[in-house]
């Protein structure tokens, strides 16, 4: 075997590094051809892999057609990019550079949320109420197991998201200056002002709204840290408030919406868990959402001059109010709800409700964005509105260990104290177990019995067949009349104040007297200790879209499509019911009533001593839900100062006291009881956030107009100003271009 000849190696190596380096040369020289290779080339092995790859789509339903769609937007990018400069300049205009920078960006967006749909549906995959799912015509499509549909989001998605990744971070590093200008408004041209007036944040505004997706939700509890961070809450929107502070109007809007939906969704990841069309229902109405708020926003952003930097924490505290009303309303994940382990901060939303935590949480994240956004600016970077904010949260803080002090220096006894049975019983509704659910709740009572309850208290739907339907029937021919009638008996027999979720109905008659309809409804029921109902309370805030859909006759094929994904809807309660025990009154807001400020505090009015939340988040399967709605819930006894005791199907069965300390809860998915001693004081006040309700966000918002008068005022006067008293001007400059030419005639 003849020797290598180490020169021949080593002249090897330098040709081919020679080669390497030229076609990066080329590369950097002819970007966009090269990005519109690698597109076409993706977007081919995407349609292979759909078509014969090895997990083909058979079957395609209308879950794909999203992902589709997002192959032919690649094509058709790959395709423009391979355009020749004429046709390209044709197709694109004289903004070719700027969309060249920024339509990556959003196709990373669209591929972001794809996966993290694909994702959750791959957790769900596996679940045994999903699969009676399996025969639902093609509009669905469901994988066998999880492992199987994660190695599919995967092969599917992933080729997408390390393209647009890429193409997005080596643009940034290799041609900065490029992206500087695509970014900058259209005039500027000159570089200097360009990489003067384009700084870090706009140029890499998508990473940062990235990060305060990650921090926002880690802030709150997620599957990384159950309990959430608070500190995280002061900093997690500094990052988007940065991106939307250097940004265009048009930019600011996609990273607004992009923060929105993205945040949604991992937020609220388990409600595939509720039914196979929640999740994507509610990410694309708060993609809405967030769009009719930002756009606004924004315009007032960009014309109020008088304290800019609370513009935005106004917009989001009142936007806050508006995404949590109407049919529609969804308050969950409320930016104050990371704090809810903070007492001190949290005392002020007996004055303001849950808003003005929200509120000065936004105004530390507004200030610090403004701190480092004045980074890298050669100006010394803007200190008071951070320190403002500080301060006015340093006045939250003290106020409200003032108030925990003084609770603690009170000697008075309460007036009364209540003990309250509450029964985890761990079942799920939805498997039709209900003779096993029976016999659970009934093991556990039992036990609790021993500490001699004055009331025993069952979660949503605890006791599932019609009360009052199946105790007219014969137990002799029906199964569930038979377990009704075994109900019955047993909480006669337990001598002992009884409230359970149950199914409930109202007949509708004619005029003469003939039933023509029955509303059926989630309800709560009180029986006595002698076994009589007493009174009844119809769910009234349903969850729309899955419990309730008013919009039949406007929108009779979304109410059809609806109905097709097995949902069951109820009618809404019109009666604020109050529970009247012998030793207190009580109202049970059922699911995530508790989570409405504005409902609970009318039962408050209404008379409501204490708060009793029923609840089922059983069919979620994750403590981390559970863990959601129990922290927005225990908001509504600070702002009430009323205790709160939440009985569930299978967490947080849960004890708190008009502090919003935590005093009791269960461990999560567990046959278990919680006994709990409900101090009631004698005189419990009617604070300022119960008697005058959501006045906080509605204050923010009418001070947004008034902030742009008085800017609009001043600009007015400022210019009338230079109108009356016109400053001299200097000696007359002509243009360096012009200066140069004159020069050289005076050298001819």
Known sequence: ????????????????????????????????????????????????????????????GLGDSLYFVLIGLHV?????????????????????????????????????????????????????????????????????????????????YGPFLVLNLAFYLLLRVLRPQLVRRAIAPSLIADRDTVARTVRWPAVWGLMLVFLSVFLSATALPSFLNLNGVALLGFVSLAPLLLALRGSSYARGVFFAVVYGTLTTLVVNFWLGTFSLVSLQISVIIFLFFYLLFIV??????????????TVIPLAWTGFELLRSSGFLGYPWALIAHSQYAVLPLIQMAAFSGVWGISFVLLLVNAGLAEL???????????????????????????????????????????????????????????KHEYRRTFTSLTRLTDQSLAYNPDIVA?????????????????????????????????????????????DDYARVFDDEGSEVERHHFNAAVLFSDRGERKQTYHKIRLVPFTEHFPYEHIFPRVHALLQEYDVHFWEPGSE?????????????????????????????????????????????????????????????????????????ASGLTSHVDEYG??????????????????????????????????????????????????????????????????????PRRWPAILRGRLRSRRDD
């Open 1 to 60: 075997m003849p020797a290598r000849n180490p020169a021949s190696g080593g002249c090897t190596a330098t040709l081919l590094l020679g080669y390497y380096s030229a076609m990066a040369q080329e590369a950097l020289r002819h970007p966009g051809r090269v990005a519109g290779a690698c597109y076409l080339l993706v977007s081919l092995l995407a349609i292979y892999l759909t078509i014969s790859g090895p997990a083909p789509l058979e079957a395609p």
């Open 458 to 502: 069952w979660s949503e739907t605890a006791f599932v067949p019609n009360i009052r339907r199946w105790s007219q029937e014969d137990p002799r021919y029906h199964s569930l009349a038979r377990l009704v009638q075994d109900f019955v008996r047993y909480q006669h027999s337990i001598a002992t104040w009884l409230v359970t979720g149950n």
């Open 661 to 730: 300390r935590i005093l009791a809860t269960l461990p999560y998915y567990e046959e278990l009881y919680l006994v709990a001693d409900v101090e009631i004081a004698a005189d419990q006040p009617i604070t300022f956030y119960t008697r005058h309700g959501d006045w906080f966000p509605v204050t923010a918002l009418a001070l947004l107009p008034i902030m742009l008068l008085i800017s609009d005022r001043n600009r007015l006067a400022a210019r009338l100003k230079r109108a009356r008293n016109p400053e001299p001007r200097g």
């Open 296 to 309: 606004p926003a924004l315009w007032f952003y960009r014309r109020v001059a008088v304290l800019r930097f």
């Open 76 to 156: 058709v990018w790959g395709v423009l990019l391979l355009m020749p400069p004429a046709s390209r300049a044709a197709a694109f205009d004289c903004r070719r550079v700027r969309r060249f920078i920024q339509v990556p960006e959003a196709l990373l967006a669209y591929a972001v949320v794809l996966f993290l749909f694909a994702w959750v549906f791959a957790i769900n995959a596996n679940m045994d109420y999903v699969q009676r799912f399996i025969e639902m015509g093609g509009d669905l499509r469901l994988a066998l197991d999880t492992e199987t549909e994660r190695a599919i989001a995967v092969l599917r």
């Open 576 to 648: 604020r019911t109050v529970f009247e025990h012998p030793m207190f009154r009580f109202s049970t807001p059922i699911c995530f009533e508790d989570v409405f400020p504005d409902e609970v505090r009318r039962f408050v009015l209404e008379g409501t001593e204490v708060i009793l939340n029923i609840t089922n988040d059983y069919w979620s399967l994750t403590e981390v839900q559970a863990k959601q709605h129990f922290v927005g819930g225990m908001f509504r006894a600070v702002e009430n100062r009323r205790p709160l005791v939440r009985s569930t």
């Open 372 to 430: 480092l956004a004045g980074v890298g600016s050669g100006r010394r970077p803007p200190l008071m509105p951070l320190l403002g904010a500080l301060a006015l949260l340093g006045s939250a803080m003290f106020v409200g260990t003032a108030v925990l002090a003084a609770d603690g220096l009170d000697q008075r006894q309460p007036d009364r104290t209540v003990r309250i049975a509450l029964i985890q019983q761990n079942s799920d509704p939805r």
